[in-house]
C-alpha cells in the first residue's frame, strides 16, 4: 500500500506550514518515527534521512539554545532528498532557520498541537498498519460478534452465501473473494477487503451486490482482526471431523498461526449458525470457559465414580 505524505496529514490532522501539493505527494516509505535529538548536537553517523522527523519540546528547547548560525547548518545537514517531512509537535513556534533550510531543500514542514508522545503513536500506528506487507487470500471475512471470522473453503460450496446469511442475521461484511491480510505485530493479523470490491459480494446466480447499499452502513465494515478461521468442507461418508473441540488446529498467515476449525457442508445443514456457534465458542475458550475441558473432567468424574462403586 502506498502512503503519501498527504494521506499521513489527514489521517493524524496535521497542518502544513511549508510545503506544496508535489510535495504532499511524496511517499514515506518507513513506519519508524525519528526524534532526532543526537543529531541536533552534529553527530550524524547513524542518521536515517528516509524517517519521518519529529521534533517535540526537548528538541525544539535544544535547537532554541543554540546560536543562529549552528541552527540552521544543523537543519541543512537533516534535510535530505529522501527525507518525506519535519513534524514539529505541540503548536510550538518554527524556528526561521528551520523554514530557511526546509525552502532550500524542499522539505514539508508540519505541525500538531497535541503532545509528542501521543503524535508519535498515532503516526506509529497508522504507518505500522498502512506499510505493513499484505498478503491476499480466498475466503469470506466476516465480523461476527466483533470478532473477525476468515471463511475459506472450496470454489462453490457457498462460503459468498454463507457471508450473505451472516449479514442478514445482524453480522457485517468485511471482504469477499479476496482479503488482503497482514501482520500488525507478531501476534496480531488484519483483514481488509481490495479497493475496486470494498463492500461487493458475489452470488451466484443473482452477479454482484453492493451489500452497503441493500442492508445499509451497519453490514459492513472496512477492516477488522482476524481471529479465527473457518474451513467449509464437502461432507463424505468415512471423513473423520473433530467431534470433541480438542483438534487445535491452526493455519499461519503473514507470520501469524489463528485457529481453524473444519465444518462439513451437506444438504440441510445451517452452516451459518453453525459458524456463529463456532465463533461463540472460541471467544468462550478465550474467556476461560471450555466446554471440552468440562465433559472431559465430568466423565474422568464418571469413571472413577463406577470404578469406586465396583
Known amino acids: 500500500m502506498t502512503v503519501t505524505v498527504k494521506k499521513l496529514v489527514d489521517k493524524v490532522k496535521l497542518d502544513v506550514i511549508f510545503g506544496d501539493d508535489q510535495m504532499l505527494k511524496r511517499e514515506i516509505t518507513s513506519s519508524y518515527i525519528s526524534r532526532p535529538g543526537l543529531?541536533?548536537?552534529?553527530?550524524?553517523?547513524?542518521?536515517?534521512?528516509e524517517r519521518i522527523q519529529l521534533v517535540g519540546m526537548q528538541e525544539w528547547s535544544y535547537l532554541t539554545q543554540m546560536t543562529s548560525h549552528n541552527r540552521y547548518s544543523v537543519l541543512k545537514?537533516?534535510?535530505?532528498?529522501?527525507?518525506?517531512?519535519?513534524?514539529?509537535?505541540?503548536?510550538?513556534?518554527?524556528?526561521?532557520?528551520?523554514?530557511?533550510?526546509?525552502?532550500?531543500?524542499?522539505?514539508?514542514?508540519?505541525?500538531?498541537?497535541?503532545?509528542?508522545?501521543?503524535?508519535?503513536?498515532?503516526?506509529?500506528?497508522?504507518?505500522?498498519a498502512s506499510l505493513a506487507e499484505r498478503t491476499s487470500v480466498h475466503g469470506v471475512l466476516m465480523d461476527i460478534y466483533g470478532m473477525g471470522v476468515l471463511i475459506q473453503g472450496d470454489s462453490g460450496i457457498g462460503k459468498s452465501e454463507t457471508g450473505l446469511e451472516l449479514v442478514k442475521r445482524g453480522h457485517r461484511l468485511v471482504a469477499d473473494d479476496r482479503v488482503d491480510v497482514f501482520a500488525k505485530d507478531e501476534e496480531t493479523l488484519w483483514g481488509e477487503p481490495a479497493e475496486i470490491l470494498r463492500h461487493l459480494l458475489e452470488i451466484r446466480g443473482v452477479g454482484i451486490i453492493d451489500v452497503m447499499s441493500l442492508y445499509g452502513a451497519s453490514a459492513v465494515k472496512d477492516s477488522t482482526q482476524v481471529q479465527l478461521a473457518i474451513y467449509l468442507e464437502n461432507f463424505e461418508a468415512g471423513k473423520v471431523f473433530d467431534r470433541l473441540g480438542n483438534d487445535n488446529e491452526e493455519i499461519n498467515f503473514a507470520g501469524v498461526n489463528i485457529p481453524r476449525v473444519r465444518i462439513p457442508v451437506k444438504t440441510g445443514?445451517?452452516?451459518?449458525?453453525?459458524?456463529?456457534?463456532?465463533?461463540?465458542?472460541?471467544?468462550?475458550?478465550?474467556?476461560?470457559?471450555?466446554?471440552t475441558k468440562t465433559f472431559e473432567e465430568r466423565l474422568t468424574q464418571l469413571i472413577s465414580k463406577n470404578e469406586v462403586n465396583q
Open 39 to 49: 543529531e541536533m548536537t552534529g553527530y550524524f553517523d547513524y542518521y536515517s534521512p
Open 77 to 128: 545537514e537533516m534535510f535530505k532528498a529522501g527525507t518525506p517531512a519535519m513534524i514539529v509537535s505541540r503548536n510550538l513556534d518554527i524556528p526561521e532557520e528551520m523554514l530557511q533550510a526546509a525552502k532550500e531543500e524542499n522539505i514539508i514542514i508540519l505541525r500538531s498541537y497535541i503532545s509528542t508522545s501521543r503524535l508519535s503513536g498515532e503516526m506509529s500506528y497508522f504507518l505500522d
Open 269 to 291: 445443514r445451517n452452516v451459518s449458525v453453525v459458524i456463529e456457534a463456532a465463533a461463540m465458542n472460541h471467544r468462550a475458550k478465550q474467556m476461560g470457559f471450555d466446554a
